[in-house]
């Protein structure tokens, strides 16, 4: 089981992280990342278990810590993609260990299912590369995922909030492609209440 946590603030179109959590426990181990931001660079990190460096990984560079994304705060910026082609971006992401980058390639579009609250029905598909930085092994592991271009991601529009949201995650496995899809969407502000909602 694993619990994420991030915080920031949205400036224009660019989510600002301020901070970043992943807590995780199994019947082997348990542990957690966090991650300290101070003006769009990581000031600070921890992780529990230490992973120690393995053989001919690339150095992380203090250079590399620079207008940086967490893992969940590059969901976030996905949400404020340009609407002519929301996949025409590129996320920066520290994880605590590695730093690397999402690119992201316009596919094609598809037709969604309806939910309520969501009433475009029309899905912007994403070809998703894992670009490595720094923080990793040259392994067989880190380059075959690096040469994947299977992983796709589909952005849908929600009106209602001007927002772009992931639908449906895609990645290819050694037993077919795993599927993470969307079941339900709530978005709130402090002040002004629910603005926009979507579900089965």
Do not use: W
């Not at 426990?25 to 990581?42: A, L, M, Y």
């Not at 969501?118 to 899905?123: E, F, P």
């Not at 639908?167 to 079941?183: K, V, Y």
């Amino acid at each position: 089981r694993g619990t994420t946590r991030s915080s920031g603030r949205v400036r224009g179109n660019r989510p600002n992280p301020a901070g970043y959590t992943f807590d995780f426990k199994s019947k082997d181990q348990s542990g957690f990342v966090k991650i300290g931001f101070r003006k769009n660079e990581v000031s600070n990190f921890q992780m529990r278990p230490l992973m120690p460096p393995k053989a001919g990984e690339v150095p992380l560079e203090r250079g590399h810590l620079k207008k940086v994304l967490d893992p969940l705060t590059a969901v976030m910026a996905m949400t404020r993609s340009p609407r002519r082609n929301p996949c025409a971006m590129k996320l920066p992401v520290f994880d605590g260990k590695q730093r690397f980058n999402l690119q992201l390639f316009y596919k094609g579009q598809e037709r969604l299912p309806s939910i309520s609250g969501a009433n475009s029905q029309v899905g912007f598909v994403c070809q998703v590369r894992y670009q490595p930085v720094s923080g990793y092994a040259p392994d067989g592991a880190t380059m075959a995922m690096a040469q994947e271009r299977d992983i796709e991601v589909v952005l849908r529009s929600v009106p209602n909030a001007n927002l772009m949201v992931p639908h449906e995650i895609r990645i290819p496995t050694i037993a077919g492609t795993a599927r993470l899809t969307s079941q339900s969407l709530e978005v709130r502000l402090p002040r002004g209440g629910q603005i926009a909602a979507a579900g089965r």
